[in-house]
C-alpha cells in the first residue's frame, strides 16, 4: 500500500487525530536566547525562532512530540512552520532551511515509527509548511495596487526547497496550511508537483485553510467553497479548516465543506480564542466537547488543535471520537466547477 492509501485506509475505520499547539508548547519550556541559538552563531537574536531548535535543543520538538503521540495522535505535523527561506531570513538562517528540515522530519519519524512499533497502529508524519509572510495576491503598498513582494516563480522555489527537505527527511505527506492566501497555496502544490516529478512517485499534499473573519473568507477573499474549487485538482489527502478561530466560530464552514469535499475533512481549531493578554483559556474537555459535535454529524475524518491546544487537549478530542464513525466522501455529479473569490458551477 501507497501511504495515501494506508492513510485512506486508516480514515474509513475511524476518526484519525492529528496533534496540537508546537508554538505554545514551546513558549512552556522559556527558553532563553541562547536555547534556540546554541552554537550557530548567526549574528542575529533566534529567541522566538522555534524551528531551529531541531538543529540547537532538539529535546524540546521530541519532548512535546511525544506528548502528543502519547495523548492519542495519529499524525505528528513537522515544527517547521516558517522553516522556509523567507521567513528563515528575518534570523539570518536562510542558508540553514534545508537541515532543519530535514532534522524535523527525522526527528518526527523515528518517533512515529517508534510508536507505531510498540502497539501496531499507523503513525504518519506531516511535512508543514506555513504561508509564509508573503503574499502573491495582495499589494503591502496601498499606493501601488499592482505592487507584489514576491513572484510566482520565487514562491514555488522556495517551497520546492522546503518540500524537497521533508521528504527526503521522512514525511510521508506535505501539509499546506494556515493558508490565507489560495495564490500561495497554489505555488506550494507547483512545488510539491515538482517534487514528485523528481522522485518519479507521489507526495500527497494535505491543505488547511485559514478564515479571517466570521464570513468565512480567507485574505485573499475566497470563500471555504471556493477555495475547494481552486485546489480540487490537486487531489488533496486532506482538506480543512485551522487555526483563525474556535471550534464555536468554525461550525458553519466545517459543515459547509464537509458537504461539497470528496476528500478527508482534517479540522484543528485554536482552543478558542485568545483573551486580553493573548492566552487560550478553553479547557480540554470545552474544545473536545465542540468537535465531537462535528463528529457526531458525520463532517470529519481527521481532528486535532492549533494555538493554544496542548497534549491534554489531544487526549480530550482521541476520547471524545473513539468509537464514533468517520465522515463518508461524498460523490458529487461531475460539472465545471470555478472559483473567483466565490464559487461557480459553470455546467453538469
Known sequence: MTKRDQFLAECARRILVTDGAFGTEIQ???????????????????KGNNDILALTKPEVPEAIHRAYFEAGADIAETNTFSANRISQADYGAEHLVREINLE??????????????????????????????KTLSLSPDVEDPGYREIDWDTLVDVYREQAEALVEGGADFILIETIFDTLNAKAGIMAVKEVERALGREVPVML????????????????VEAFWHAVRHARPLTIGLNCSFGATQLRPHVKALAEIADAPIMVYPNAGLPNEL???????????????????????NVLGGCCGSTPEHIAAIADSVKGLAPRKLPSPPVATRLAGLEPFTLAA
Not at 512552556?28 to 533566534?46: P, R, T, V
Not at 518526527?108 to 509548511?129: H, M, N, Q, T, Y
Open 278 to 300: 493573548g492566552a487560550y483559556d478553553e479547557r480540554p474537555d470545552q474544545t473536545a466537547g465542540f468537535v465531537r459535535e462535528w463528529a457526531a454529524a458525520g463532517q470529519v
Open 28 to 46: 512552556n519550556w522559556k527558553l532563553a536566547e541562547g536555547d534556540y541559538a546554541g552554537s550557530l552563531d548567526l549574528g542575529h537574536d533566534q
Open 104 to 133: 524535523s522530519a527525522r526527528l518526527a519519524r523515528r518517533l512515529a515509527d517508534a510508536f507505531e512499533g510498540s502497539d501496531g497502529r499507523p503513525r504518519f508524519v506531516a511535512g508543514a509548511i506555513g504561508p509564509t509572510n
Open 208 to 223: 488547511s485553510m485559514t478564515l479571517t473573519d466570521l464570513s468565512g473568507r480567507n485574505l485573499s477573499g475566497h470563500t
